[in-house]
Structures are given as C-alpha cells and as structure tokens.
C-alpha cells in the first residue's frame, strides 16, 4: 500500500520510517530540501493547489495530512484519512470549541472575536485574564496574546487580530490548572480504538518541551475519562487514523483545550516506548490493517529547540535515543529530539538542563 502524506516535515519522515517496518511505502508531497527527503520520495506539490494535490492523489492509495492548516477545497473530493471534515473542526478554535461542546467535553470559556469592539465585549462577559488566540494557523503559541487588564486591549487587538481589517480571532478565559496533558488514540476503519497513556506536557515559550509518558498523576478514572471523550470525538466525526486531544488538568477534570487530526509532538515517545508507535498505529489504521498494541513502558521525550546537541555527548548516555530530523539550525524551530527511558532520572535531568538554553 501507498500512503500520501499532504506535507514532509518531521511528522511524514517518522511516518516513513515506521512504514519500512509494515511494508506501507510513504510518499509525500512537498518541497525539494524538506526533511522526510531524507526516507521517503517527496513529489513537489503546491499544497494550495486543488489541481496539484488531486495530482498527488491519484498515485496513492489514501492521503493523510502532517497539518491541519490545509485549505479545505483542496480536500475535497480525496480519499483522505481522517476525513476533511475532521481536519476542517481541528483547524478553527471556534468549530474547535463549538464541537468539544457538543460532544460533551469541557472547554475554557470563550466568544467570537472580529473586531476591537467584539473584544471589548468578550472580555466585559467572560473576565480577566483572557487569551485572545487566531481561530486559524496558529501553533507553538503564535498568534495568541494575553490580556491581563482592560490597558492590553487594544496592543492585544493590533498583535493578533490586525487593524484595521481583522483576521477572525476568539477570545479564551485564561485558565488555571494542575498540569497540561494529552491523549493520543487512533481508531481503524472497522471502528475499533486504541488509547495511549495520558501523557504529561511542558511548554516554554509556547513551545513543548517535555513530555512524560505516562502522566504520573493519571488515576485511572482519570484516563478512563480522557478515553471516554476521545471515544465519543473520534465516533463523531467518523474518524480514521490518529487523533491528538490536549487537555488542561483540573483536579479529577480534564477540560478540552485543542486537537490535531494526526500524529503529534507530545506522542514522540512511543516509537522506543509503546510496543506500536503512533506512528505505525497511523499507517495502520488508515490501509485498513489490525492496530498495534499500545502498551508502553514509561518514558520521556525532551524536545530540542533550535539546534541539535553535540552528537560526542548524547552518545555518552546509554538509554538515550536521539533523533535528529536533519533540519538547518533556527531559533525556535524543533529540529529534533531525545527519548529516555523514564527510569533515567540523573540523565533526564541533566538533559532538561542542557536543552533549556535553547532558542
Ligand atoms: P498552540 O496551537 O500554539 O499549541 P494552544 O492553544 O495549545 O496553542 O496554547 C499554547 C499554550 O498556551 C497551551 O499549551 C497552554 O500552556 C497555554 N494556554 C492556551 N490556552 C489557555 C487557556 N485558555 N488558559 C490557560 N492557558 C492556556
Ligand atoms: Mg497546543
């Protein structure tokens, strides 16, 4: 089977290479020089081209997405895992929100933003502090900006929503929380579902730096819980392949912050940690074959941010596994990382310390 991967950045080079092990060849549609190159056969395609991506998709047998920020109409009319209306629900915050709600999972408050006087609104009904985040195209926490007093309005506005025009904006309660977690499921196409661990994530910047898997704190009415809401999002929307769900902890609550509609940062961990990576459960899922066991033993995935560490020193440490995605080094972009076994503690430590510097 061929799968076709709508992008070729890190996501598509781990999706390649846990084809290789299953015997699905990856082919993905990007840019000459992106860095699945490295495994798989990258066509070039304009992914805002309707026509190019059809193209794309008629050497394939399925299409699946490495971003949910694809146009829709470029969607259409694909044979695309998970479906274009799922993708369309994880790409607006507003749909994003409006959906959880119906499904019956808790979100932060929020409203509708277009314009300074819509904010102004917002914020007089839903309170301060607030998060005014773009619906669409936002990630590692671009396009959002916080607003403490009634005086960040207006700069909170201009940052985000632009003037004079206005791109469409919501305006999120800023929450206080125990902790961020996430959950990664994938469901087959017969319907049936596996769950990963609740996994515990850390931020800085906007950008995720560590992720623990599993979430130490996680009971299993806590887990069973996160299971039940992905259950009934993932049947909803009639759902094939993996689906990422992050999640602010609030004691025994979990309220919904957003999802991505294919394999994610916070699930890197299972391809040394789970006996079937996300990856492969992906691949799994959308050519119709059997998923992978999810079981896992705990594990720690540290991010690097910017450049990759020294090769000379990773390989001192026995239980590391480090994966460099052959990216060119710049501020703030992920360009790789590192997977320890949890047990690890000295070494998760020392590695915190060394990747925390980075830009
Ligand atoms: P991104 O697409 O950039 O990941 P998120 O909506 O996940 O955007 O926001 C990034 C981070 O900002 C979250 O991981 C969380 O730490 C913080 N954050 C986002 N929304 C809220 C909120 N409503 N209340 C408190 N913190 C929030
Ligand atoms: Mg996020």
Sequence with gaps: MRVGVLGAGQLALMLAQAGEGIGVEVVCAGQPGDCAEQVATVMPVDLNNAKAV?????????????????????????????????????????IEKRFFESCGVSVAPFAPVNSLEDLERAVASIGLPAILKTRRLGYDGKGQARIYTPDDLMKAWEHVGGVPSGVPCILEKMLEFDTEVSMIAARGLTGEVVFYPLVENFHREGILRTSIAPYAKATLALQSLAEGYLTDVLKRLEYVGVLTVEFFVQGDRLVANEMAPRVHNSGHWTIEGAATSQFENHLRAVVGMELGSTQSVPTVMLNCIGSMPPEAETMLFAGLKRHDYGKASRPGRKVGHLTLPATETEAITEWQKRLQGQR
């Design 54 to 94: 059809a193209e794309f998709a008629a050497q394939v047998d399925v299409v699946t997405v490495e971003s949910e920020n694809l146009e829709l109409d470029v969607l259409g009319g694909l044979n695309l895992c998970p479906n274009a209306q799922a993708v369309g629900v994880a790409q607006d915050r507003l």
